[in-house]
């Protein structure tokens, strides 16, 4: 499984965009990247996945350069609400039926006032 | 609600007890997992349950023992755990679908063992 590096803090403001960038040199082939997004004492929630170039949903953009080795997640306009840990994990999906993500340790963004 | 119940949501438990936790997912989905996350440490994967058969077991202690009676419910029984054995439980589903790849968690178990 592909190793991940990423910012072990991060401060914002609200209503700034924010941006969270995650190494993954030895990505391979059949990976995908996926971010969750994690509150005290709760599960994390799933926020976005993709492979290549840009994906947007409702809540984030994730930016994936052509060589992989690195992704951006983007949260829009925060507020204090989005104060959380996020995950940035790299894994193939679904091998075998199932799969194995590998958490580290994750960005802990502080969203202020 | 997440889709994947975890009971209860606290426990505090002696190094003697016996005890279980439970998981219970509605979404349908063929895999399910333990995690386990102690204070100020990455989330550590325990076990993988694949159409209800364990297909993972990452160098867990026996006095952790999980059960997948059925594809939607997970147990992890516990007994003579150690203090450092104290943090919170995870479950998680998925499913093999197009366009979600996701896991879903449930909001976890928090033990306490004294």
């Known amino acids: 499984l592909a190793k991940t590096t990423q910012p072990i803090s991060m401060d914002s403001y609200e209503g700034q965009e924010v941006n969270i960038t995650c190494s993954h040199n030895?990505?391979?082939?059949?990976?995908?990247i996926t971010w969750y997004q994690q509150f005290p004492s709760q599960g994390p929630r799933f926020i976005i996945q993709?492979?290549?170039t840009k994906v947007t949903n409702e809540v984030a953009s994730l930016f994936i350069p052509a060589d992989r080795k690195s992704s951006t997640l983007s949260l829009p306009r925060v507020s204090l609400s989005d104060t959380a840990v996020y995950y940035c994990?790299?894994?193939?999906?679904?091998?075998?039926?199932?799969?194995?993500?590998?958490f580290g340790a994750g960005t802990r963004l502080a969203v202020h006032p | 609600e997440t889709g994947v119940t975890q009971t209860p949501r606290h426990l505090v438990m002696g190094m003697t007890n016996k005890k279980s936790l439970k998981c219970e997912q509605h979404?349908?989905?063929?895999?399910m997992y333990w995690y386990k996350q102690s204070a100020k440490k990455p989330l550590e994967l325990m076990f993988v349950?694949?159409?209800?058969?364990?297909?993972e077991n990452n160098s867990v202690p026996s006095r952790f023992s999980p059960e997948c009676p059925n594809s939607s419910h997970l147990f992890l029984h516990l007994h003579t755990l150690q203090p450092e054995d104290s943090a919170l439980y995870l479950c998680a589903s998925s499913q093999e679908q197009d366009g979600n790849y996701g896991y879903t968690f449930g909001s976890g178990t928090r033990l306490t063992v004294v």
């Open positions: 349950y694949s159409l209800e058969e364990r297909v």
């Open positions: 030895n990505i391979a082939t059949n990976d995908y």
């Open positions: 994990l790299v894994g193939p999906m679904f091998s075998g039926g199932y799969n194995k993500l590998i």
């Open positions: 979404l349908g989905h063929n895999a």
């Open positions: 993709g492979y290549k």
